[in-house]
């Protein structure tokens, strides 16, 4: 069964903060998918990753496909970060498969 | 704005009814992915077209069927509806070149707010 992990849940942080969100899943995959929901609900793809590392303004992205983890960074965090940040690997079997979501706030 | 519209936002509807979401994909974009977020359920994967074929199937559900237009445009289809229904559904779409699905970004639409009474 392919299973996703995403951890925390919930996260609380102040501004400035260096911010880590975790994703670890169950067996090989192709690719894997970073999305942002606002609180209004709408969806932006953050970064799609297959290897290594990648680095959009303040958000950095990476995958270590051996260990079977990839981790989400935001670095000097503002509240309009504040959203759920969800992981999406992509097993292969022509479907996504979604992690939960980690709730992120960022108080001012 | 991800170029990909979504109508309507906002859908309130009866049990046993049926209804149409719509979805344009952005302008070059070969592949719509149609997605539900339910509250218990979390994002779940409905179905793909690309080019106007089916390419992958999810956890849709046999009342519920999709198509991809000539156009590129899709709608999805919900009847006999049921309280459980009530969700928001989600389209992306990709330019998926090649037939490379999830390997390139997604672009989703606003969403559409589907409540069943």
């Known amino acids: 069964k392919n299973e996703v992990e995403q951890s925390p849940q919930n996260l609380t942080a102040q501004e400035g903060e260096f911010i880590t969100i975790n994703c670890s899943y169950s067996v090989g995959i192709s690719a894997l998918h970073w999305l942002q929901q606002h609180p209004g609900g709408g969806i932006v793809s953050l970064f799609m990753?297959?290897?290594g590392k990648k680095k959009h303004g303040r958000l950095i992205a990476t995958i270590n496909i051996q260990e079977k983890h990839s981790s989400l960074h935001i670095t000097a965090s503002h509240p309009r970060d504040s959203a759920v940040y969800i992981c999406a690997p992509y097993f292969g079997n022509e479907k996504l498969t979604f992690g939960t979501g980690t709730r992120l706030t960022i108080i001012p | 704005d991800s170029g990909v519209t979504q109508t309507p936002k906002h859908l309130i509807t009866a049990t046993g009814q049926r209804v149409t979401l719509r979805c344009s994909p952005r302008s070059g974009d070969l592949s719509v992915y149609w997605y539900q977020q339910s509250l218990d359920q979390g994002l779940q994967f409905l179905i793909q077209?690309?080019?106007?074929?089916?390419?992958a199937k999810g956890n849709i559900l046999e009342r519920f069927s999709a198509q991809q237009f000539p156009d590129l445009h899709s709608e999805l289809n919900l009847s006999s509806l049921e309280l459980g229904d009530s969700a928001l559904y989600f389209c992306a779409s990709a330019k998926d070149q090649g037939g490379n699905e999830y390997t390139d970004t997604q672009y989703f639409g606003p969403g559409t707010r589907l409540t069943v009474l």
């Open positions: 990753l297959s290897s």
């Open positions: 077209y690309y080019n106007g074929e089916e390419r």
